[in-house]
């Protein structure tokens, strides 16, 4: 089977790594496209191929479906531009080829923006923490004031936002300065965020939300259509360097396995958690592997085999996972290539 995925995160390297173990050699081949000629991603692929750049929706939509005639792809599985190619199936299965996307484009759409995803779910699927959407100063200051009067800690993060990007505590108590040469990450001063905010009347949306202290989990899940097949908790450590467990939260199984359903979730995707003053809260649901995909399987649960399984329509027998185990990841240097000086 010819596999393509094309311009994705350098970290699918691991899920390239776990199909090959899942099939005879010689059965698959994995073709990874990019625009970057340098992309990591090239190390782990059988045949690789630079993306063109810049390209409107519909060049890109265009040239994918060129490119699965012209490299006998079977079956395409979108990284970039995942929302768009899941509302035009119809222009690939008129070649021949099957594409796994993660969801339909509506629920990938909302997934994309925390405030409608957050708003839209019910608490009866799974429990998010307390928050209040704004997009001005006068709505921030009310956000903040509601808020502080339940939670001891507030933080903010962009509606729309990847790998944490724009997450901060408030400060209530130190300036920049003090942060600064206290060597202090991921939190902002409140009245500094606040004089920003007065220059600009209004801004994209932001979340103000309770702030969540507790572990977090990253629930690394294979599935079919709505039918949970396979899911692995991390729990990480909230010491530096603790590395991460292989747990087994019955709780948060429950949410993975409605969210699941709710959305009709297919093949590989991620889904975060944290724990609070009251309870496990959801963060977001990814639509792609994750970073630690490769860590999940340590646990014994080959979760890209598992996905190739139900992609094919094939009976997927529940591994074994070793909960408990307590896993880390080591960066490995690597030669990309050789240029010429």
């Not at 990007?165 to 408030?170: D, H, K, S």
């Not at 801004?203 to 899940?221: I, K, Q, R, Y």
Request: hydrophobic share 45%.
């Amino acid at each position: 089977m010819r596999i393509w995925f094309n311009q994705t995160f350098s970290t699918i390297h691991a899920v390239f790594r776990n199909l090959r173990q899942s099939v005879p050699a010689g059965e698959i081949t994995l073709i990874c496209t990019h625009t970057h000629a340098h992309a990591a991603a090239f190390l782990a692929a059988d045949e690789s191929y630079l993306e063109p750049g810049q390209l409107s929706d519909q060049d890109y939509l265009e040239w994918c479906v060129d490119f699965c005639r012209q490299h006998n792809i079977q079956l395409f599985w979108p990284g970039k531009a995942a929302a768009l190619i899941s509302k035009h199936h119809f222009l690939f299965q008129s070649i021949g080829v099957q594409v796994l996307s993660v969801a339909d484009f509506n629920t990938l759409t909302l997934l994309h923006n925390k405030a409608d995803f957050y708003s839209a779910l019910s608490a009866e699927v799974a429990q998010t923490m307390d928050f209040i959407a704004v997009n001005d100063l006068d709505g921030f200051d009310r956000a903040v004031a509601d808020l502080s009067a339940k939670h001891q800690r507030l933080c903010v993060k962009p509606a729309v936002s990847v790998f944490g990007l724009g997450f901060r505590v408030l400060d209530t108590q130190r300036d920049s300065i003090s942060q600064l040469l206290e060597g202090v990450e991921y939190e902002i001063p409140l009245q500094e965020l606040r004089a920003g905010m007065i220059n600009t009347p209004e801004f994209a949306t932001l979340l103000v939300m309770e702030h969540l202290g507790g572990p977090e989990w990253s629930v690394d899940c294979a599935g079919r259509h709505g039918e949970l097949l396979c899911a692995v908790q991390r729990k990480k450590s909230q010491l530096a360097g603790g590395g991460q467990m292989i747990d087994n939260n019955a709780e948060i199984d429950g949410m993975v396995t409605r969210l699941t359903a709710h959305y009709r979730l297919n093949g590989l995707f991620n889904i975060q958690f944290k724990e609070g003053e009251y309870g496990v809260r959801l963060l977001e649901i990814n639509p792609r592997p994750s970073g630690g995909f490769g860590m999940a399987c340590l646990s014994g649960a080959n979760l890209a085999k598992i996905a190739l399984q139900g992609i094919k329509g094939e009976a997927c027998h529940p591994p074994s996972i070793r909960y408990g185990l307590r896993v880390t990841e080591i960066n490995t240097p690597m030669v990309v290539m050789q240029e010429a000086l």
